[in-house]
């Protein structure tokens, strides 16, 4: 009786080593493929203009388009590979000027330059 608990612990843990084995040889060739995928030869988002047309594409589904036109002029900073494109705040002093100080807030959106992806989108108060 004794050996064949023994037997089936063996054979028990030899399944899992396997298992184990298989599973992290599984995991290296993903990163493996993933590490050799090329990289495009240009960048998709180039420049500050093709960023905030993006970016406005973007915005408008979210945020609806008088709210993002209401938003303009947007300005793009590259930052490494990151696009940030910012909207911009309009203030009213009540007498029909503009003013710097003002409560809300504007959106923003961070793009990958290589590839497009939109890394993230906020809406600041």
């Known amino acids: 009786m004794r050996t064949k608990t023994y037997s089936l612990f063996f054979h028990g843990l030899i399944i899992a080593m396997l298992f184990s084995f298989s599973f992290s040889i599984a995991q290296e060739r993903e990163s493996t493929a ?3 995928a090329p990289k495009p030869r240009y960048a998709l988002v180039p420049d500050a203009t093709t960023a905030v047309k993006i ?3 973007v915005l408008i589904p979210v945020y609806g388009e008088q709210k993002v036109l209401s938003e303009r002029p947007f300005t793009a900073h590259l930052d490494g590979d990151v696009w940030t494109i910012s909207g911009t705040l309009h203030c009213s002093d009540g007498k029909g000027g503009l003013t ?3 409560v809300g807030g504007a959106a923003e959106v961070k793009l990958s330059k290589i590839d497009g992806r ?8």
């Not at 939109?118 to 108060?125: P, V």
């Open 55 to 57: 970016a406005e594409a």
């Open 100 to 102: 710097t100080h003002c």
């Open 34 to 36: 993933k590490a050799k």
């Open 118 to 125: 939109i890394l993230n989108l906020i809406h600041y108060k």
